[in-house]
């Protein structure tokens, strides 16, 4: 593979230092600015932890898919595994995860997932009777919370098929606890390790126990139910996977991490990508103005179909474009258990990749005025012309998040439905600022109000 023109920069500040430069910037201005100063692969040295920021698509691909076999999920997962996600698809490697992974896909092809419209649908149609006791009220409400309770509920009701707000509410409440429990644990220099009695340690051990009991006894209902029986959910699949190699089911402790994994990783994301093109359009009435009169013409106020979203091809630009400059997951991380080269630096084994979409999106040799919002980037032409790894937002090669389609699907039902009613406008004199938490943040919140067309 040829790289060339890769401009590469080492960063090797004391501890301090680059602590207190963190805490200025925060983390994605962190990054952002070491690729702007020392160029598209830095080597970061912060005493003995090495990582290299990477940037360029070409490295982007080499991680990805050329040289796949030399970087994997290892210590760096380390702590996801063991509080939260187990040994589930998203933090598996190896052969447990080939299996896995070639067990759960067929749930995730464009069939597979078309089972869920209605859902989508009519949670769509649950919000806009919402939004309009909202839009008569005028306050203003937090998008990016809005958009997570809508997608918490879809993906409950894809995950266990139950509509019950009060378990949606739960199941939200719980995973969205021990999430935050993980990420908090990651960042932290110092935390007593979880046999110590602190309230942070028992709130966690309550919390991880009731979802688990929760999921078990969803599993332990429908075992007592004929097959044809089960309902048609997630959950049910997960239960009645077989490998086609060896025939066995999924392990009972497995299917369950596989289902917190798939609500972690698929309603927050999926969330965020929507909130902030509720912002992006806000910001530009240009856009919104051709978005409004695909919709008019196609939708009109009714529901889509899959083949009405084929005709809403703008609506779809709208959605990468946001999440080209809105990246949900602004970084993913990778460990290297080979060494490498890149761009004539040795990639030392036992180093940390950081992967960043956030600035790969940005680069101006791939993206023409990459400040600037632009879905007709996504035109089918201007796609084809481009390196194909200079968008990851979803990650690239055999790692790439199984439920893309998903929430492309997701997200096209769910924009172009409310778009078809409601502009969101932002509150006046609100700033927004990003960061990055895991997933792409607004500091102070996305704060608009909800407005009838
Ligand atoms: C806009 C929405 C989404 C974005 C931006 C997104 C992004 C990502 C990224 C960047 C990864 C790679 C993470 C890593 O390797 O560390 C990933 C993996 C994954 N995602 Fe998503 N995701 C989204 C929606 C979803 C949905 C809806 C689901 C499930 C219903 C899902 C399930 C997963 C799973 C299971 C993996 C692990 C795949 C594997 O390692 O084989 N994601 N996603």
């Known amino acids: 593979m040829a790289v060339q023109n890769v401009s590469a920069g080492f960063y090797s500040p004391f501890l301090v230092k680059a602590l207190r430069e963190i805490g200025r910037k925060g983390t994605l201005y962190f990054f952002y600015d070491l690729w702007r100063e020392y160029g598209d692969l830095v080597r970061i040295q912060i005493g003995r932890n090495v990582s290299y920021l990477v940037v360029h698509p070409d490295h982007v691909q080499q991680v990805n898919v050329t040289h796949r076999n030399k970087y994997d999920k290892r210590a760096s997962f380390e702590k996801a595994r063991k509080l939260l996600l187990g040994n589930s698809l998203i933090v598996s490697t190896g052969d447990l995860w080939k299996r896995q992974r070639r067990l759960l896909s067929p749930f995730f092809t464009p069939r597979g997932i078309e089972q869920y419209l209605p859902i989508f649908i009519s ?26 309770r809508l997608t918490a509920a879809i993906i409950v009701r894809t995950l266990f098929g139950t509509t019950q ?38 709130l966690y051990r309550e919390t991880r126990a009731r979802i688990h009991a929760y999921i078990d006894s969803l599993i332990a209902e429908r075992r007592a139910l004929p097959v044809e029986n089960y309902p048609n959910d997630m959950l049910s699949k997960l239960m009645l996977a077989r ?21 972690f ?24 103005a051709k978005l409004h009169a695909e919709i008019d013409q196609v939708l009109g106020s009714g529901t ?46 036992g180093a940390q990749i950081i992967l960043m979409p956030y600035c790969t999106h940005r680069h101006p040799d791939f993206w023409h005025e990459p400040s600037r919002y632009d879905p007709d980037r996504f035109l089918p032409e201007q796609e084809a012309a481009r390196h194909p790894f200079a968008f990851h937002p979803f990650a690239a090669g055999q790692r790439i998040c199984i439920g893309n389609n998903f929430a492309l699907l997701e997200m096209h039902v769910l924009l172009s439905m409310l778009a078809a009613r409601f502009a969101p406008r932002l509150k006046r004199g609100h700033q927004v600022e990003l960061a990055v938490g895991g997933t792409l943040q607004a500091k102070n919140g996305l704060w608009m109000h909800i407005v009838p067309r």
């Open 304 to 349: 889509p179909t899959v083949e009405t979203l084929k005709q809403l091809p703008y609506t779809l630009q709208v959605l990468k474009e946001t999440m080209r400059l809105y990246p949900p997951a602004p970084l993913y991380v990778r460990d290297v258990v080979e060494e490498d080269r890149m761009a004539g630096q040795t990639i030392q084994a």
């Open 265 to 288: 990783a698929g309603h927050e994301t999926t969330a965020r990508g929507l909130a902030f093109a509720w912002y992006a359009l806000a910001s530009e009435p240009e856009v919104e």
């Open 243 to 263: 490998d086609e190699e060896t025939g066995a089911p999924i392990p009972d402790d497995l299917i369950r991490e596989e289902a917190i994994t798939m609500f």
């Open 123 to 148: 949670e769509a149609q649950k919000l806009c009777q919402h939004w309009e006791r909202l839009a008569a009220q005028g306050e203003p409400i937090e998008m990016i919370e809005e958009m997570m």
């Open 165 to 202: 707000e009060s378990e949606v509410r739960r199941t939200t409440h719980d995973v969205d606890f021990l999430v935050a429990f993980l990420a908090d644990t990651q960042i932290k220099p110092f935390s007593f390790p979880l046999w110590v009695p602190t309230k942070r340690n028992r």
